[in-house]
């Protein structure tokens, strides 16, 4: 298990630094300043991580004096969800701290999906991020980086996505009049909820003629050869932001530590957070042990999974098998084999945070798993019966929590979350055309997303513009 106390070993920040960026491969460990801007390790290309000398700062005693925080409606910084736990994300300077009142969501015990998915009453809390001000978890990490964008004083920024970081940045800017968001979008790619925000809140809006992966290539390029600065989660000050999902996951379970947490895998931002979140946890000693965390692939864009469980990548002390990943996207390139799921939010061939991903992993002892969209479609049903409901992609985690449960993988009587990434209201027409479609409509529609029953369906009802036959309806019900 990776051990904070183990990054002693590797290069300090700077003497006078608290905090700063390092690579996150050991063998390397570069340091860099914490205003620098910028993608990769410049020595070797790898990720990076924002990283802290925890001994120079201070850290609160016990999780539960993060309580008295929370209420405090005069306070932005108590009242964001994220800014409340600042003494976890120790890089920003305050007074450049960019909220928009992000992460006021909700951890909420759902037995209807607990049943469903095969756990005990009282065993499963869904983590409802699509409560967040754009409808999804990426506010969380978008006040992070408008935070250290505003500390190196970037006028423009930009990010690639399959909908919920371009909602998240183009409301960011909007709202603060910081910057000018410009966002990179596949053509046709993103549900039109996601579309509809970035293109009212008034962000640059370039509509890529390509999938994700190629608005993530341009993107990178854009952001080297110009000034802009880049949202995605490329950018370790956005998953600072993301740590804090985790913290309110904990105070929401007053301040207990689940079994499981399961997380859709798009990017792999979210859990490459989430791993740094309780590591670092732990080695503080404010957590006594690490949840396990599953990552959640949909079977239509399952890289990760076949390069964990099929071919046995492991984040192995940092020394990750980068022969092996190459092999296997050029394997993909050469049979063309390219994402198609209709969780559109997790359409990702080569996920940027794979290495990060691969040591959550390690840190949590993770398990990967992919699910089918039909099985995403249901459990969404079901989320959407209990509660709040949400977006394809985060019906996922509950899929993949029921088949968890199914593979005796998570115990029946264990306590687990699952994180709702993103709102219901993000993708309408998958929501109408489960519930609505005929049984031979559905297929045909969603053919290529291999839906073919739809059993968890709350269909409309048609009914005459008459009084009798509306009553008679009603009376049946
Ligand atoms: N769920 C939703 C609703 C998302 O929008 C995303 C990612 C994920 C899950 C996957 O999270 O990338 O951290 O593994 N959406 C990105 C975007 C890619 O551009 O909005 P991840």
């Given at each position: 298990?990776?051990?904070?106390?183990?990054?002693?070993?590797?290069?300090?920040?700077?003497?006078?630094?608290?905090?700063?960026?390092?690579?996150?491969?050991?063998?390397?460990?570069?340091?860099?300043?914490?205003?620098?801007?910028?993608?990769?390790?410049?020595?070797?290309?790898?990720?990076?991580?924002?990283?802290?000398?925890?001994?120079?700062?201070?850290?609160?005693?016990?999780?539960?004096?993060?309580?008295?925080?929370?209420?405090?409606?005069?306070?932005?910084?108590?009242?964001?969800?994220?800014?409340?736990?600042?003494?976890?994300?120790?890089?920003?300077?305050?007074?450049?701290?960019?909220?928009?009142?992000?992460?006021?969501?909700?951890?909420?015990?759902?037995?209807?999906?607990?049943?469903?998915?095969?756990?005990?009453?009282?065993?499963?809390?869904?983590?409802?991020?699509?409560?967040?001000?754009?409808?999804?978890?990426?506010?969380?990490?978008?006040?992070?980086?408008?935070?250290?964008?505003?500390?190196?004083?970037?006028?423009?920024?930009?990010?690639?996505?399959?909908?919920?970081?371009?909602?998240?940045?183009?409301?960011?800017?909007?709202?603060?009049?910081?910057?000018?968001?410009?966002?990179?979008?596949?053509?046709?790619?993103?549900?039109?909820?996601?579309?509809?925000?970035?293109?009212?809140?008034?962000?640059?809006?370039?509509?890529?003629?390509?999938?994700?992966?190629?608005?993530?290539?341009?993107?990178?390029?854009?952001?080297?050869?110009?000034?802009?600065?880049?949202?995605?989660?490329?950018?370790?000050?956005?998953?600072?932001?993301?740590?804090?999902?985790?913290?309110?996951?904990?105070?929401?379970?007053?301040?207990?530590?689940?079994?499981?947490?399961?997380?859709?895998?798009?990017?792999?931002?979210?859990?490459?957070a989430f791993g740094k979140a309780f590591s670092e946890l732990h080695c503080l000693g404010l957590i006594d042990r690490i949840p396990r965390v599953a990552i959640i692939n949909s079977t239509g864009a399952d890289t990760l999974t076949r390069l964990v469980n099929d071919h046995g990548l492991r984040w192995n002390g940092g020394d990750v098998d980068d022969a092996a990943i190459a092999r296997f996207y050029q394997q993909m390139d050469v049979e063309g084999r390219r994402a198609r799921t209709i969780a559109s939010a997790i359409e990702i061939n080569r996920p940027v945070n794979l290495d990060k991903a691969l040591r959550t992993l390690e840190v949590t002892h993770g398990v990967v798993r992919a699910v089918p969209d039909e099985a995403i479609l249901d459990a969404k049903a079901q989320v959407g019966a209990h509660g709040y409901g949400c977006e394809p992609a985060s019906g996922a985690s509950v899929a993949g929590a029921k088949r968890l449960v199914e593979e005796g993988v998570i115990d029946r009587d264990a306590r687990v979350v699952c994180i709702l990434t993103g709102h219901l209201l993000k993708d309408p027409h998958a929501t109408v055309g489960y519930h609505s479609y005929e049984p031979e409509k559905l297929r045909t529609e969603f053919a290529e997303f291999k839906i073919r029953e739809a059993r968890h369906a709350n269909r409309p009802i048609p009914v005459r513009d008459d009084i009798d036959d509306i009553l008679r309806i009603v009376r049946e019900l």
């Open positions: 298990m990776i051990q904070l106390e183990s990054l002693k070993d590797v290069e300090p920040c700077a003497p006078a630094e608290s905090a700063c960026q390092r690579c996150i491969r050991p063998a390397c460990g570069a340091t860099y300043e914490l205003t620098a801007a910028l993608q990769r390790c410049e020595r070797c290309g790898a990720l990076l991580d924002v990283a802290y000398d925890w001994e120079r700062l201070p850290v609160p005693a016990r999780l539960e004096l993060f309580d008295e925080r929370r209420g405090n409606f005069r306070n932005p910084l108590d009242y964001s969800g994220v800014w409340r736990f600042r003494e976890l994300l120790p890089f920003a300077e305050l007074d450049k701290v960019l909220s928009i009142g992000e992460g006021q969501t909700q951890l909420r015990r759902t037995d209807g999906v607990a049943d469903y998915v095969g756990l005990k009453p009282g065993g499963l809390h869904l983590q409802y991020e699509g409560l967040n001000p754009s409808g999804s978890f990426k506010d969380n990490g978008m006040t992070g980086a408008f935070t250290h964008a505003r500390m190196v004083g970037a006028k423009y920024a930009a990010c690639a996505s399959t909908g919920n970081t371009s909602a998240s940045l183009a409301l960011f800017a909007g709202v603060s009049g910081l910057l000018r968001a410009v966002v990179f979008v596949g053509s046709g790619k993103i549900a039109y909820g996601k579309l509809s925000q970035a293109l009212d809140y008034g962000a640059a809006t370039l509509q890529i003629d390509g999938d994700f992966d190629d608005a993530m290539r341009q993107v990178q390029e854009v952001c080297r050869q110009t000034s802009l600065y880049l949202m995605n989660s490329l950018n370790p000050f956005r998953l600072e932001g993301q740590k804090a999902i985790m913290y309110r996951v904990l105070e929401g379970l007053g301040w207990e530590v689940p079994d499981w947490v399961v997380v859709p895998g798009g990017n792999l931002g979210n859990s490459s």
